[in-house]
């Protein structure tokens, strides 16, 4: 299996459409933000996985997304701080695909850049980045 795509959005809606076919409504796709607070601040963006299983496969796999503060391998002992994970297993029709949705409790005590490191059953991690900007006056 593998990732077609991973963003932090701000709102992710499914819908039916003539066929069958599902639409998957993505609104808001961001990599950065402005706190509505100033730090320290907690966090919880969406991020959003849409992962593609070949015809092949069984259809069954891990989604593992860890955040890290620094850009590296994840599996490192000098990756940076590791700020959260989340593994949730998940099954997917072959030839289809399905989507994993996460919501990491992200402490900021500055204004930086965090990493989502994403991979599917221990497969290459998928990179997203984030960045808390300081609040808009």
């Known amino acids: 299996m593998q990732i077609v795509s991973a963003l932090f959005v701000e709102n992710f809606e499914m819908r039916q459409a003539p066929g069958p076919s599902t639409r998957i409504d993505l609104t808001g796709a961001m990599f950065s933000m402005a706190a509505t607070e100033p730090v320290p601040t907690t966090l919880s963006p969406h991020l959003v996985a849409l992962i593609f299983c070949p015809t092949d496969e069984v259809g069954q796999g891990v989604f ?9 391998d994840p599996e490192a002992t000098d990756a940076g701080e590791h700020l959260a994970r989340n593994v949730s297993p998940f099954s997917v029709e072959p030839g289809k695909f399905t989507y994993r949705l996460v919501r990491g409790e992200l402490a900021f005590t500055e204004y930086r850049q965090i990493f989502a490191y994403c991979r599917v059953d221990r497969g290459p991690w998928h990179v997203v980045p984030f960045t808390l900007l300081p609040p808009v006056d």
Do not use: I
């Not at 593992?64 to 590296?72: D, L, N, Q």
């Open 64 to 72: 593992e997304v860890v955040f890290r503060a620094e850009m590296g």
